[in-house]
């Protein structure tokens, strides 16, 4: 490992545009030999919405730290010259018209097949020279996502609003489904095939990430996270993440991969809601009842008869649907291990 932290931070020099050519050239091949070693196909997947100002430099970032992978940009339907500079950067281009980081995820993953599959924004956010460490470690540990948090996130290219959402999420994600992620919005990920040929990919857009950490935790997949450093927007560069849309739609997604995963839990808290409310309404009634052997309130006593009704129904749903998912569960993982895991030639 010490070698690829080494190779790794001569790299983000030259990914910095230093001037260290004699090491960087003595590293690259020391590089391009580890890689070959590994005797994997890695693909890199840029999805891209807008990004003419900076998707140039990404391309060359990511060739320049994994010049025998194929990168792939996927143009979400820009309005600027995104493909033309992803073009002449040597990458391979190919469109998709559904708008929404989700529905081209769905279509990177459902394309291109590797063994190894790197994702990244094509903001130029994402340090480039992280990459092979974390292909190095996916492999050799026998990992099937590692997740690049970004160690700077409240201090380069973001708002108010977005630092704390950030917080806000990832504080609700480990109340929810575990204490697996620290960072559940890093979109610089590196997956094994079987992760990708088995994640549903159901969200169409900034969302996504949401739900291939919950898919991850639910299958209770091997994944590491590590720290790699976040830098700022090229200048002119606009981010595409609309404050508060996007968190109520993360909110939506939170509910609703809850309710599938967890849908006993889910229901209980409707049932408790229904059931303390009944109990609060009938309190009266029954103290009534009891001093007096009358029912004076009987929209109130039928309200609260029905709150009851209501949270038995909804226990009762949680149950039958805890089966369910239980056996989609089943067969998503039956359907996980019918993928081998990520192999090296010796």
């Not at 890689?35 to 890695?42: C, D, H, P, R, S």
């Not at 990244?120 to 996916?138: C, K, N, V």
């Not at 990920?189 to 900034?206: E, H, L």
């Not at 595409?240 to 889910?266: C, G, N, Q, S, W």
């Amino acid at each position: 490992m010490p070698f690829f932290r080494l190779c790794r931070k001569v790299l983000a020099c030259h990914v910095a545009k230093e001037h260290f050519l004699i090491e960087i050239g003595l590293v690259m091949s020391l590089y391009e030999s580890a890689l070959e070693n590994l005797g994997i196909k890695v693909a890199v997947l840029l999805p891209c919405y807008n990004e003419g100002l900076s998707i140039r430099s990404v391309v060359s970032d990511f060739r320049a730290v994994l010049p025998d992978a194929d990168i792939y940009v996927y143009d979400n339907h820009s309005t600027d010259n995104t493909s033309d500079e992803a073009r002449a950067a040597g990458a391979i281009v190919r469109f998709e018209p559904w708008p929404g980081k989700g529905n081209v995820v769905r279509r990177m993953f459902a394309d291109i097949d590797a063994d190894v599959y790197l994702m990244a924004d094509g903001d130029g956010t994402y340090d480039a020279s992280a990459a092979l460490e974390m292909i190095h470690r996916l492999v050799h540990e026998h990992l099937d996502m590692i997740v690049g948090t970004r160690l700077n996130i409240y201090s380069n290219a973001h708002r108010n609003g977005h630092a704390f959402g950030n917080r806000l999420f990832n504080t609700l994600y480990r109340t929810l489904f575990g204490r697996l992620f620290t960072d559940i919005f890093s979109g610089y990920r590196v997956f094994s095939r079987r992760f990708v040929k088995t994640f549903p990919a159901i969200s169409n857009g900034f969302e996504i990430e949401t739900e291939m950490s919950v898919h991850a935790s639910q299958l209770r997949m091997p994944i590491v996270e590590m720290g790699t450093q976040y830098g700022a927007r090229q200048e002119g560069s606009v981010s595409k993440l609309h404050t508060v849309y996007d968190a109520l739609r993360i909110l939506r997604t939170f509910v609703l991969l809850f309710k599938e995963i967890k849908p006993t839990r889910f229901y209980s808290l409707i049932s408790t809601f229904f059931f303390i409310t009944a109990v609060v309404l009938g309190i009266p009634i029954i103290s009534t009842y009891m001093n007096t052997g009358l029912v004076p309130r009987f929209p109130t006593a039928i309200l609260s008869t029905g709150l009851v009704l209501l949270g038995g129904i909804n226990l009762i749903c949680g149950l039958i649907l805890d089966s369910v998912a239980r056996g989609r569960l089943e067969h998503k993982r039956i359907a996980y291990l019918s993928y081998q895991a990520t192999k090296v030639t010796e």
